[in-house]
Structure formats: structure tokens, C-alpha cells
């Protein structure tokens, strides 16, 4: 098994509602990297920023850990992100409900474990702050 490293969700400042990214905290700063959706309202697009710290944003507001995961799958989890659908069909889904949808497929893909209470915990923490659109 490969070291593991913190897999946390970014907060940030953002007008209508608060903007979230799932944030790979790697030790060598070339593996950061942050997952979010970008772009307007019914109007979103992915981006996966490798050499990306969640930290270094002044718009950060809180850094949530969700829990640790293997170094060694994080390619893996980039492509489960860019394999999750965007859905602009829906009126009140964001960047929010994007983190929470790659969350649940890193679930069912086992690099997360949903058995696990300390991640258990932590995820109902970060769905609890979801917000819907005014």
C-alpha cells in the first residue's frame, strides 16, 4: 500500500453561493490538486488543477478533511472526477453538489471507505453545508 495523504474539501468566498473544491493535498507540491466545477450557473465545466494548493487562495474560508487516501490512486481519482457528470440540466446544482457526486463515486469505485466513521462523519459535516441557489 502506497502512503496516503489528505483528501479535504475547500471553501471559498464566492457571490450567490459559497464555491467548493475536493482538494488532493499531496506532499510534493506538483500533486496538489484541485477538483471543482467552474462557470456560471447551468453553465458548468470541470477543472482539475494539478500544482494547485487550496491553501494559497485568499477566498479560502475553511479546509474540511474528509479523510486519507492512497498516494498512489490519485490519477484515479482525477479520472473519476472528469468521468462525473455535470448537470447543467438541473437549476439549483453547483460546484457543491460536483464535490458531493465525486465523493460518492470515489465511494463506490473503494477509494474511499464508506464504512469507515471517522470519514463518515467528516462527509455528513461537509454535506450539511450545502447550500441551494437564492
Known sequence: MSPTIPLSV??????????????????????????HV????????????????ARNSDSLIELLPLCQVEEGKIEIIKNIAYDTPIRNDLDDWSC???????????????ILNPEDKDYIRNKEAVA???ESWP
Do not use: C, M
Open 10 to 35: 475547500a471553501i471559498y468566498e464566492n457571490p450567490g453561493i459559497l464555491h467548493w473544491s475536493l482538494f488532493i493535498e499531496a506532499e510534493n507540491d506538483d500533486a496538489k490538486t484541485k477538483i
Open 38 to 53: 467552474l462557470g456560471a450557473r447551468r453553465r458548468y465545466f470541470p477543472v482539475i488543477s494539478p500544482r494547485s494548493d
Open 96 to 110: 457543491q453538489d460536483y464535490v458531493l457526486n465525486i465523493v460518492d463515486r470515489l465511494e463506490e469505485a473503494l
Open 128 to 130: 450539511a453545508k450545502r
